[in-house]
């Protein structure tokens, strides 16, 4: 909303008006923009007027129907592509709920007033999970700036305590070498390297706080395991898939058909097979050696490691300790 009626602003008026209140299936008359134009800009003027402003518009690259009504004809986001932003933005665990509501008020105002009444499942879907820290933006730019600088970071990392509260996981401040935001799982990640290690390390975005820029000069990539050749983002996620730090191994593994497609989810189609069975595979990839253990206890039977053997051997060890806690009788006041 402009705070005066300057007749000089009268063609990015007009804008705003085809841009809110009209679209394909809405067209605006002359004497609806006439309208719309007095009331809530408190500007009068004529059908002529009207008439010559849609033509610079047009001159100037906006895309106006005149046929039958004025409308934008291309919008710089279509209506499904905001709606895939929004879900995105609504599904992020990584922000917190009114940073959330502010994103989607900014999306939503992309498109026309008709598009609002489409997204009802934001006002019915339940309260989602979303993070308590009211700095995450800031220090998604802080750390931005660092990348872009080639600069050290300093920070306070946190962990919840049973209050439901972020608090400090110690006093002393951590240094990283900041290097690749990455989200995974729906929250924001950073892949650097701790100044006093020589391998990859990731920390959660969202568990940041009283970040500061350093005036050293971060470590280089090529002084670190892992990234001496540069971060191949793709490849670099199919092998920490739950973002463990280290360098990738070679696995070798049997996995049963009814899950190759959760194979192409978590690895792309970076991994190889190299033999068919009558309910299976054998597959080679490489991936983090403690993300692998998670993953193979996640698919339990569905897949069996073969190499290496010591992961072999910690995934049995573990799956005997757990048969032995379930197998025994569970008796409820012993555990109150």
Not at 51 to 70: A, H, V
Not at 128 to 147: P, R
């Amino acid at each position: 909303m402009y705070a005066t009626a300057n007749k000089k602003m009268l063609n990015m008026l007009i804008l705003d008006i085809l841009k809110e209140h009209s679209d394909e299936n809405h067209p605006l008359t002359q004497q609806q923009i006439l309208r719309i134009l007095k009331r809530d800009y408190g500007m009068e003027c004529d059908r002529r007027s009207v008439k010559n402003n849609l033509e610079y518009l047009q001159e100037f690259g906006y895309e106006i129907s005149m046929e039958k009504g004025y409308y934008l004809m291309e919008r710089e986001f279509e209506d499904s592509e905001l709606r895939f932003l929004i879900d995105a933005v609504l599904f992020s665990k990584g922000i917190s709920g009114a940073q959330a509501k502010d994103l989607i008020e900014k999306l939503k105002k992309q498109s026309s007033k008709y598009f609002e009444p489409k997204l009802t499942h934001i006002s019915y879907l339940p309260e989602l999970h979303k993070v308590d820290n009211k700095q995450l933006m800031y220090v998604i730019g802080v750390i931005e700036d660092a990348i872009e600088n080639e600069k050290k970071i300093s920070f306070i990392y946190n962990d919840y305590d049973t209050d439901f509260k972020l608090r400090p996981r110690r006093e002393k401040r951590y240094i990283m070498n900041p290097y690749q935001l990455i989200i995974n799982n729906g929250r924001y990640y950073l892949l650097g390297n701790y100044d006093n290690y020589d391998n990859v390390a990731h920390c959660r975005v969202d568990r940041i706080t009283d970040i500061v820029i350093s005036d050293e000069a971060r470590k280089p990539m090529k002084c670190v395991k892992g990234l001496q050749k540069g971060i191949n983002l793709p490849k670099h996620m199919a092998e920490h898939m739950y973002l463990f730090g280290g360098e990738g191994s070679r696995i070798l593994m049997k996995a049963k058909k009814s899950i190759f497609n959760d194979l192409v989810d978590w690895f792309g189609t970076d991994f190889s097979v190299l033999s068919e069975e009558k309910d299976g595979y054998t597959v080679s990839l490489c991936c983090s050696e403690d993300a692998m253990f998670l993953w193979a206890m996640q698919y339990n039977t569905n897949v069996e490691i073969i190499e290496p053997i010591s992961l072999r051997e910690k995934i049995g060890e573990r799956a005997r300790e757990m048969a032995e806690k379930y197998d025994s009788q569970w008796r409820p006041h012993e555990h109150i």
